[in-house]
């Protein structure tokens, strides 16, 4: 049961990259996933989440409408398209499942990949 994320890089600001997510040795069709980010120093972060079908997407507020996530028809790999980099985007990013739990509202993150660099440059 693994998760891998590839895509990472450096790239200028205002650049773009495309991030990935493949789960290896399940099939992860039924979960939501969403992807994190860790700059140095930070607390790592939400950034955006897809729920299984690819029909429900959510954001966090300072990606919103630079980034989209979406997932491919096999829903075994997540993708984040990254747009309008800005060097304050710099981090690891993490992709993850999610799961929802309706008794508190609370969202858990079980399996985690092993994250990939991502470095905007100004």
């Known amino acids: 049961v693994q998760l891998q994320a590839s895509g990472g890089g450096l790239v200028q600001a205002g650049g773009s990259l495309r991030l990935s997510c493949a789960a290896n040795?399940?099939?992860?069709?039924?979960?939501?996933m969403a992807w994190f980010r860790q700059a140095p120093g930070k607390e790592r972060e939400f950034v955006a989440a897809?729920?299984?079908?690819?029909?429900?997407?959510r954001y966090a507020d300072s990606v919103k409408g630079r980034f989209t996530i979406s997932r491919d028809k096999g829903w075994n790999t997540v993708f984040l398209q990254m747009n309008s980099l800005k060097p304050e985007d710099t981090a690891v990013y993490y992709c993850?499942?999610?799961?929802?739990?309706?008794?508190?509202?609370?969202?858990?993150?079980?399996?985690w990949g092993q994250g990939t660099q991502v470095t905007v440059s100004s």
């Open positions: 993850a499942t999610e799961d929802y739990l309706r008794d508190s509202g609370n969202y858990e993150y079980d399996y």
């Open positions: 897809i729920n299984w079908s690819g029909r429900t997407t």
């Open positions: 040795g399940r099939t992860f069709s039924r979960y939501n």
